[in-house]
């Protein structure tokens, strides 16, 4: 069965750290896999992504210097390290898979989505 599975949200105060994991099963062989997050009354945002062999990293300019992401092939599992939290970082965060190498910042071009996970930063 296909899923993606996140966790590692939470509650947090500006400028502390989470991490979020995403561990992805029965899915395809290979591919890119994207962060989103979507604000109350806002749309979905690409915040980072990754090719399947690592090699490309993409992160929106709001995150840039302040949120990784990783991952780990042997597990299949993803991760977004998000350090020097702001509450304009509240959201629910989506992991998302592609089947390519290609990594992309579009939402509507990611094919699997997890449940989300809740982020919340306290001023």
């Known amino acids: 069965q296909v899923q993606l599975v996140e966790s590692g949200g939470g509650l947090v105060q500006a400028g502390g750290s989470l991490r979020l994991s995403c561990v992805v099963s029965?899915?395809?062989?290979?591919?890119?896999t994207g962060w989103f997050r979507q604000a109350p009354g806002k749309e979905r945002e690409f915040v980072a992504g990754v090719s399947w062999n690592g090699g490309r990293t993409i992160y929106a300019d709001p995150v840039k210097g302040r949120f990784t992401i990783s991952r780990d092939n042997a597990q299949n599992t993803r991760y977004l390290q998000m350090n020097s939290l702001k509450p304009e970082d509240t959201a629910v965060y989506y992991c998302?898979?592609?089947?390519?190498?290609?990594?992309?910042?579009?939402?509507?071009?990611?094919?699997?989505w997890g449940q989300g996970t809740q982020v919340t930063v306290s001023s």
């Open positions: 029965g899915v395809f062989s290979s591919y890119a």
């Open positions: 998302a898979v592609r089947r390519t190498n290609v990594v992309v910042t579009t939402p509507a071009q990611y094919e699997l």
